[in-house]
């Protein structure tokens, strides 16, 4: 587990790509393409360029979330060497972060991260703008965003620290051109109560039965709400903004068309020039 070291604390720092996501509009608009997250530009899949980016944020433990997976799809995901966490059938993005967040809390529990280094009196009180170390930290990013900026991981802890209220802040969220990208971001460990609580409640989609289970794999079920979002969830925390700006082209592009798909095969010619 990678430990991020930074002039306040250092972090333990977990990743998750999500991909549980279906690919529908990229799939009923293309002919015979496989699973999104084995899309390829220039031979590689997509899910591997994300795994390739989110390796420049420093994280060695890397995990995918899955959903909908066949066991064909199932094989492919195994191929690449990572924990498979899969969460319960057609939750969306919600149930990948909450596949996701157990996954991570189980992993810090496991392994505590309190590094037990000497700091000075200034770094340890400094270190208090960060929730305890009795946790981790869990970055995230979707199957089909290629493009993520190597500073990803600085960038959001760095509106951490610069956030009026740092010590109650457990969550830094990615933003590009006056957009939130909810799952572009960093959560603490600690949120998986508030998560699971969320879920529970009376306007969830989810059964509790599905919530409580401590392995890595959600029973499937059917929402009862397609538009619960993670944005309603997000809505009612409190956290940073990392606004990505300095960046000129957009670090969190996603595929969901083959338009899409086209724009980024052009823009990675254009990087190769």
């Not at 059938?89 to 392994?111: D, Y």
């Not at 500073?151 to 760095?158: I, V």
């Not at 899409?260 to 990087?271: H, S, Y």
């Amino acid at each position: 587990m990678t430990s991020v070291s930074t002039k306040t604390t250092s972090l333990p720092v977990l990743a998750c790509v999500i991909a549980g996501g279906r690919g529908t509009r990229l799939k009923e608009e293309s002919n015979n393409q496989p699973l999104k997250p084995f899309v390829t530009i220039d031979n590689t899949a997509l899910i591997l360029r994300v795994i390739q980016r989110l390796t420049l944020s420093s994280p060695k433990n890397i995990a995918i979330n899955t959903s909908h997976a066949s066991a064909a799809d199932t094989l492919q995901f195994e191929a690449l060497g990572l924990p498979i966490i899969q969460d319960a059938n057609s939750i969306g993005p919600l149930g990948g972060l909450l596949a996701a967040l157990q996954w991570a809390n189980n992993k810090v529990t496991v392994e505590p991260q309190c590094s037990g280094s000497k700091e000075d009196d200034g770094e340890r009180e400094n270190s208090s703008m960060f929730p305890s170390c009795q946790g981790g930290w869990l970055l995230t990013a979707p199957c089909d965003t290629p493009f993520l900026p190597s500073d990803y991981l600085k960038h959001l802890l760095d509106s951490l620290k610069e956030a009026p209220k740092p010590h109650q802040i457990k969550m830094a969220i990615s933003s590009y051109a006056n957009k939130i990208h909810p799952l572009c971001g960093l959560f603490h460990t600690n949120l998986l109560p508030a998560l699971t609580s969320f879920l529970q409640s009376p306007t969830s989609p989810i059964p509790t039965a599905s919530l409580t289970s401590s392995n890595s794999s959600a029973s499937h079920i059917t929402p009862k709400n397609p538009r619960f979002s993670l944005k309603q969830w997000l809505a009612q925390q409190s956290y940073s903004v990392a606004n990505f700006d300095h960046h000129t082209e957009d670090p969190f592009f996603n595929i969901n068309t083959p338009a899409d798909l086209e724009a980024a095969q052009i823009r990675f010619n254009a990087q190769r020039q």
